[in-house]
């Protein structure tokens, strides 16, 4: 019987039908130890009827941290749909719960894997994934149901329940929230009547007063009095209750006990789970009983039930183990080791020694191997970090926190990673600092602290280069991109140089290649793009033999995104797709997002639009949630130039300032220079040239100095010059013209080229000269975006000059190539052009007929779906099908969605929509 709660339970209800109405949702009940978490979160399942499939799960306390056992849990009643899933996924899945053999790929394949198994699961009937403390869930579990939780809709939802205070990752999430307050005093009251009737009101008020509406409180204190108390009869004398004082409360309670069964409650604190035999023989081997364990459940403090034993609150878990001194503790730990197997036993094999022991920290070692094989790596990393712990010598200490960091590194976790690195410096072999401070300087740079990051792996790389050219290398290639970060570009060719001066051609392939990658990388934002060519093209050489999802190439997209400052679009179109592919597959989300932004910039770049939008959102979703900022502030400034040509101003602009919060969260100053940029790019598309401007400088005040040199990757200067020139500052635009000048000349590629060009047309008095010779650029390149910007510079140009039969041509050439791409923004400005110029629109066929998305949501309208059922098909926002729809309604002439449906029930419709 639920007492109160009246608001909490409606939502709870609420929940509950939408998710018979396959509209599911994540909820997240949080509040403080004994709030009443558990109890709305037992009402949700009762309450779920037999039409939905409730799958559950509890976190629980303990020594141990043992990969995905809280997942394998969870999904154990629907594995069988595994055989739904592409192979690699499934041996993921498979890997992770223990069912198959290890599986290379990232973590998140898991993730991935295990939501696809859901999904599949809720294709038949609606999913209820319930997870009670979630805190406790072992991590890899805990990631995978948190991935789940934000993608619930549709007939898949997920309900958790989080004490108060947890860490940051439940912020991350960003998921609804459910919190629970205390019980006012009516509530309160009512409560201690029902649990307990004898309670006399005078002490009932007492009791609530400590309780502070805290139910468990309020029942455990009321049943730890006497029943004198109770009545009246006594004085009492109550501790304040909640949180810590309430496993007081508990421990007192403990005390009563006879030690028999005070040592049977510890062995079933000490083990891991609820299951009776092991308990029981565990009990056995310390001279107790398990039977013990019906005095602890007559004091209120255990449930039995046929084969399974737990604790009537995990409180009294925390409790009654803490309550034990250590060296019954270790003791405990010692006879569960003697009854498991396999992980478990190691762990608790560890729990149960004290000062160092080989052989335990050892098979510890061992057990991070498998860990990691099933990408486990947060547990591994813990693993590692016992058996350092138990270990003899600074060696062998030195050499199992540096693998513990490198676990923490690849979890994700690079605060942990720091952590443990402070062990490794300070004793250990020489090869193991090294390494180590290679791994600090990385790490350093992942958490924005550049400037930290470059000075360690300098110093470093001094010391090592003298017997380790390649490590050497490798510290100051990194110190490199350390610097590109912080937008220290004169400092990163440096650096690159030392690198590549350091390189022989002796070292293993993937040292060589990430060397140079970086190199060439940082050659070509200083604007060196002759220099850096070949040395990419060795790169991407070396790479071809090399695993590309391995977990070495970070790197990688910088490979790909280094060749687009040298104009080679359609190669790098090709490569990238084609690994965005195999990342998919294999569910290797941290290669995908990096594969999937360069592939979306070049989609870009040649006018696949479409291609574009939906690889942006694919990017900004999986860099998102591969903790990787820097690509995902790139995904959005990318997505923000597209959304701003296409005239979607509000969603191109949403996107920019959630690049600059990360940009300014994790201290990536080199993304505030893209999130500017595009902005100043909006507002140019908008027709806002004063706004352009304004934007635009901070980006020149941001470069200043900085040794940015790159016209291609980031193409400010060409839409500074034409602000400039539009606003009629002409002087200003001269001065914009003359830094893009050297760049465009250095420039490796037509690119650049043919924007100088246009820049030149647009300010030179003798313009059609320039722009001859920018359309003659333009048609060395696939950029149908860029053609159609000279031709409408050139029609204006023209139109100024008063040759307005030729400007209205070119105006009309530069329509067309804007509408046939949907750049609505740019569409717009060429119309008004045209208009001025005495020009009527011509209808072009062409510029009519129906993109294939937009033929795509015409049919889902024909058919009566809704904006949001057509965006969750298409993988899209609703913001974006209305834009679409916008797009269609004016393509076909109608104003409202029954004209549609109508115009496209006709039978000429079907033409259109082929
Ligand atoms: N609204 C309520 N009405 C009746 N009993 C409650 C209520 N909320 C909590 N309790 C009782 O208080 C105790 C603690 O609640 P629980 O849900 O286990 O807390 P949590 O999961 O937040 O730690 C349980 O014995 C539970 O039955
Ligand atoms: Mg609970």
Redesign the pocket.
């Known amino acids: 019987?639920?007492?109160?709660?009246l608001t909490e339970l409606d939502r709870v209800d609420a929940f509950l039908e939408r998710v018979e109405r396959h509209d599911g949702q994540a909820l997240v009940i949080r509040?403080a130890?004994?709030?009443?978490?558990?109890?709305?979160l037992q009402r949700l399942l009762e309450r779920s009827g037999p039409n939905v499939t409730a799958l559950r799960v509890t976190g629980v306390e303990t020594e141990s941290e043992l990969p995905f056992v809280g997942l394998s849990d969870l999904l154990t009643p629907v594995l069988e749909h595994r055989a739904t899933l592409p192979a690699p996924q499934a041996a993921a899945l498979a890997a992770a719960v223990a069912l198959g053999p290890p599986a290379p790929g990232d973590r998140l394949a898991v993730c991935v894997a295990a939501l696809a198994v859901l999904r599949a699961a809720a294709a038949t009937r609606p999913v209820l994934v319930a997870v009670d403390d979630l805190h406790w869930l072992d991590a890899a579990s805990r990631e995978c149901v948190l991935y789940v939780a934000r993608r619930a809709g549709g007939s898949l939802a997920v309900a958790l329940?989080v004490?108060d205070p947890c860490g940051g990752w439940l912020e991350q999430a960003r998921l609804p929230e459910l919190t629970?307050g205390p019980?006012d005093r009516d509530?309160s009251v009512e409560?201690l009547d029902r649990a307990f009737p004898d309670l006399a009101p005078s002490v009932a008020a007492e009791v609530c007063e400590a309780a502070a509406g805290n139910?468990?409180a309020l029942?455990e204190l009321a049943a730890s009095l006497t029943p004198d108390q109770r009545r009246g009869m006594t004085d009492i004398e109550l501790p304040i209750a909640p949180a810590g004082r309430l496993q007081e409360a508990f421990a007192s309670r403990i005390n009563e006990l006879e030690a028999s069964a005070r040592r049977a409650l510890l062995v079933l604190a000490a083990y891991d789970g609820d299951e009776l035999p092991p308990v029981s023989a565990a009990c056995v081997s310390v001279g107790t009983d398990v039977s013990h364990l019906a005095d602890a459940e007559a004091h209120g403090l255990v449930r039995l039930a046929p084969g399974r034993i737990s604790f009537s609150?995990?409180i009294v878990r925390g409790a009654a183990y803490h309550a034990a001194p250590p060296a019954e503790r270790r003791r405990i730990h010692a006879a569960l080791a003697g009854v498991l197997d396999g992980d478990r036993r190691v762990w608790h094999l560890a729990a149960a020694t004290v000062g160092t022991n080989e052989s335990v920290a050892a098979e510890l070692e061992a057990l991070a191997g498998r860990a990691a094989a099933r990408r486990g790596y947060a547990a591994a990393a813990a693993a590692l970090q016992r058996a350092a712990a138990l270990s003899r010598g600074a060696d062998v200490v030195a050499q199992r926190l540096l693998a513990a960091a490198q676990a923490a590194a690849s979890a994700g976790d690079p605060d942990r990673a720091l952590t443990l690195l402070e062990g490794v410096a300070e004793g250990g072999p020489r090869s193991e600092r090294r390494r180590a401070q290679h791994l600090r300087g990385r790490m350093l740079i992942w958490r924005g602290r550049g400037t930290e990051g470059i000075e360690v792996l300098v110093r470093e790389a001094d010391d090592v280069k003298r017997d380790d050219r390649a490590l050497g290398s490798a510290m100051l290639a990194d110190a490199a991109i350390g610097a590109a970060t912080i937008n220290a570009h004169l400092q990163a060719e440096e650096l690159a140089r030392k690198a590549l001066a350091l390189l022989d051609n002796g070292e293993a392939d993937a040292v060589r290649a990430a060397v140079l990658t970086m190199a060439g990388w940082v050659l070509v934002v200083r604007g060196k793009a002759a220099e850096a060519r070949p040395i990419l093209g060795t790169a991407a050489q070396l790479t071809r033999g090399l695993d590309p999802l391995g977990p070495d190439w970070p790197w990688l997209h910088l490979l790909l995104r280094a060749r687009i400052g040298l104009g080679d679009f359609e190669p790098v179109q090709l490569e990238s797709t084609a690994l965005c592919e195999r990342a998919r597959e294999a569910a290797a989300l941290g290669v995908l997002s990096g594969a999937l932004l360069v592939a979306a910039d070049v989609a870009f770049r040649l006018g696949d639009w479409e291609a574009a939008e939906q690889r942006t959102a694919e990017a900004i979703r999986t860099a998102g949630e591969t903790g990787q900022p820097s690509l995902h502030g790139l995904a959005l400034t990318t997505r923000s130039r597209l959304l701003a040509a296409r005239g979607m101003e509000d969603e191109s602009r949403a996107a920019a300032l959630d690049a600059l919060e990360i940009a300014e969260r994790e201290q990536i100053t080199a993304g505030l220079r893209h999130v500017h940029a595009a902005l100043g790019f909006l507002a140019l598309s908008a027709g806002r040239v004063e706004d352009a401007i304004a934007e635009l400088e901070v980006v020149e005040r941001l470069v200043r100095g900085r040794g940015i040199e790159e016209p291609t990757n980031v193409p400010w200067l060409p839409d500074m010059v034409e602000a400039y020139a539009r606003a009629g500052r002409h002087e200003d635009a001269r001065r914009a013209l003359a830094m893009l000048a050297p760049q465009a000349a250095s420039s490796d590629s037509p690119v650049a080229g043919a924007a100088m060009a246009r820049c030149r047309g647009i300010l030179e008095t003798g313009f059609d000269q320039a722009f001859a010779e920018a359309l003659a650029l333009d048609d060395l390149r696939p950029m149908p975006f860029e053609r159609a910007r000279t031709l409408l510079a050139l029609g204006r140009r023209l139109h100024r000059a008063r040759r307005r039969s030729e400007a209205r041509d070119r105006l009309r050439e530069a329509l067309a190539g804007f509408e046939r791409l949907g750049a609505t923004a740019w569409a717009r400005q060429a119309r008004d052009e045209l208009r001025a110029a005495g020009g009527r629109r011509r209808q072009s066929a062409d510029g009519l007929a129906l993109t294939p998305q937009e033929r795509r949501v015409a049919a889902a309208v024909r058919r009566g779906a809704s904006n949001r059922e057509i965006a969750s098909e298409l993988f899209l926002t609703p913001k974006t099908i209305e834009f679409h729809l916008r797009q269609i309604y004016r393509k076909l002439g109608v104003h409202s969605r029954p004209q549609l449906v109508a115009a496209l029930s006709r039978p000429s419709a079907d033409d259109q929509l082929r």
Not at 34 to 40: A, D, E, M, R, S
């Open positions: 019987m639920v007492v109160g709660r509040g130890a004994g709030i009443g978490k558990t109890v709305l329940a004490r629970l019980l509530d409560l139910p468990l029942v609150h995990p």
